[in-house]
């Protein structure tokens, strides 16, 4: 019986072993084998699981639509000519005026109008450029009785330094409230005339965003519009081009400053600041002298 014994404990011994071996090449082949089926089960994933685990894809945005710039000026350099003092426009269509404020002082309306003069734009206030403070001309009320007395069409305009649309909004209603006793004589339009202080102390000297400067723009023509008068802005070409968004201000009429003999602009305007270095009967010294066009093209 002994033999036996040993033999079973040796064939035991050998299927152990067997198995043993068995298992560990199983647990290689097991181990070996997972990356394979996780990367299976990785491109196995579908496109609509993607997207909920990543961001979605914004839509492409369209653009803004870009306003049209203003319409054509219907005139070039040879339409214009001298008519004694004064330059005109050829064939007619047109008037002549100045503007002023206190820098000229006392005037002489009688002797501007007898010179050939038919409309004034007086200075109405003006915005300090260091204060900040809302000013009535010093000059504006003999001004603006002279020029009704002496028979002109009268308009006035109001120097600006506003720093933002709530402070042109608040200039226009001074504006409304000083000329509430000449309303029925304001018979040419109420202007914007924001320009640049040549003066570091200036609070609006660090000014160039042409939006903020159109949205001051816009209140003050919008205000103005209500109180039933005719809005007008006034710029020269440098600020036309750099500081304003003229394509946003085409419901309101331009009053253009150019210092020149000869039309060189190429948007439409409604009157033209040709000097300021004129020479006007009754008024001491320089004065602006401008065409305002009574009728133009698509008018």
């Known amino acids: ?67 049209p710039p203003p319409d054509e000026n219907p005139f070039d350099d040879l339409d214009f000519q001298y008519e004694g003092r004064y330059l005109k426009l050829e064939g007619g269509g047109s008037i002549t005026g100045i503007d002023v404020s206190s820098w000229q002082k006392e005037i002489d309306w009688e002797q501007v ?30 001004n603006l009785e002279g020029a009704i007395a002496a028979g002109l069409d009268v308009g006035v305009y109001f120097f600006s330094q506003a720093l933002n649309p709530e402070e042109a909004e608040e200039e226009a209603y001074y504006v409304v409230e000083l000329l509430e006793p000449y309303k029925a004589h304001i018979t040419m339009p109420v202007v914007y005339d924001w320009e640049h202080v040549d003066n570091a102390s200036a609070r609006t000297n660090d000014m160039r965003d042409p939006d903020i400067l159109t949205d001051c723009t816009l209140a003050f023509c919008q205000t103005i519009e209500v109180a039933g008068y005719k809005p007008m802005v006034y710029f020269n070409r440098t600020q036309s081009w750099k500081y304003l968004n003229l394509s946003e201000l085409k419901d309101y009429e331009f009053w253009l400053a150019a210092y020149t003999q000869r039309m060189k602009y190429p948007y439409k305007i409604r009157m033209w600041q040709y000097t300021n270095k004129g020479s006007v009967p009754g008024v001491v010294g320089d004065c602006d002298i401008n065409i305002y066009f009574l009728e133009t093209p698509d008018t």
């Open 113 to 142: 109008r007898d010179s050939g003069v038919e409309f004034a734009m007086i200075r109405l206030g003006y915005r300090g450029y260091e204060s900040g403070s809302l000013n009535m001309d010093s000059y504006a009320a003999a």
């Open 1 to 67: 019986m002994e033999p036996k014994k040993r033999k079973i404990s040796l064939l035991t011994t050998v299927l152990i072993v067997i198995a043993l071996v068995l298992v560990l090449a199983l647990i290689v082949l097991t181990v070996i084998s997972i990356p394979k089926v996780l990367r299976q089960k990785e491109e196995a994933v579908p496109n609509g699981l993607q997207a909920v685990t990543q961001p979605p894809t914004q839509p492409p945005t369209e653009p803004e639509p870009t306003l």
